[in-house]
Nanobody
Framework: QIQLVESGGGLVQPGGSLRLSCAAS????????VGWYRQTPGKERELVAS???????TYADAVKGRFTISRDNAKNRMYLQMTGLKPEDTAVYYC?????????WGQGTQVTVSS
């Protein structure tokens, strides 16, 4: 079993920044696809940003130019640098690691953007 633990969420004013981290307890063989998702009450979980095992990093249109996803394979970690935060970015953020059909989720970290 692989455990993913997110950290870095919190309350921030509009225009502020936060950096989310996701640490994996261990990894499987091969390069995983990783991603950040977010969810608000009553809505489906949506993709924020992803790094495939091979290919191009993608971002949701709503966060392009403001958020940056990255990974550190040596440390089994991934990050989401969020800048220019807006109230509509308020959500629970989840990290996801996938090796083919095997997919793992973190427990989520709350991000609240409010003055």
């Amino acid at each position: 079993q692989i455990q993913l633990v997110e950290s870095g969420g919190g309350l921030v004013q509009p225009g502020g920044s936060l950096r989310l981290s996701c640490a994996a307890s261990r990894i499987l063989v091969g390069i995983p696809a990783v991603g950040w998702y977010r969810q608000t009450p009553g809505k489906e979980r949506e993709l924020v940003a992803s790094i495939p095992s091979r290919g191009i990093i993608t971002y949701a249109d709503a966060v392009k130019g403001r958020f940056t996803i990255s990974r550190d394979n040596a440390k089994n970690r991934m990050y989401l640098q969020m800048t220019g935060l807006k109230p509509e970015d308020t959500a629970v953020y989840y990290c996801n690691w996938s090796w083919g059909a095997l997919t793992y989720w973190g427990q989520g970290t709350q991000v609240t953007v409010s003055s």
